[in-house]
């Protein structure tokens, strides 16, 4: 079991940046995969980036590709999500989320956190 806190989230113009934390119980974090998902209103659900449990593997939705950073502090029990070059598109719920193994769905998410980027 593994229970996921997002921070970090905000209202940021344009242009701007913002790191999204991840903070997660329990001492078998560094065995799990961590994914970011984004929900903008309106929409579905979106894939945004993705770790592997050591964090030698990442993935990244051609959206944010070369624009958000994903990482991971195993000794800290975190995930994190740095996003620059922000666009209004990328308005949204962020969510973290995390998974025992590549091969089954995430099936451990936070609760969310607002971002805003006004144009």
């Known amino acids: 079991q593994v229970q996921l806190v997002e921070s970090g989230g905000g209202l940021v113009q344009a242009g701007g940046s913002l790191r999204l934390s991840c903070a997660a119980s329990?001492?078998?974090?560094?065995?799990?995969?961590m994914g970011w998902f984004r929900q903008a209103p309106g929409k579905e659900r979106e894939f945004v980036a993705a770790?592997?449990?050591?964090?030698?593997?990442?993935a990244y939705a051609d959206s944010v590709k070369g624009r958000f950073t994903i990482s991971r502090d195993n000794a800290k029990n975190m995930a994190y999500l740095q996003m620059n070059s922000l666009k209004p598109e990328d308005t949204a719920v962020y969510y973290c989320?995390?998974?025992?193994?590549?091969?089954?769905?995430?099936?451990?998410w936070g609760q969310g956190t607002q971002v805003t980027v006004s144009s």
């Open positions: 329990g001492r078998t974090f560094s065995l799990y995969y």
């Open positions: 770790i592997s449990s050591s964090g030698h593997i990442t």
């Open positions: 989320a995390a998974k025992s193994s590549p091969s089954i769905e995430y099936n451990y």
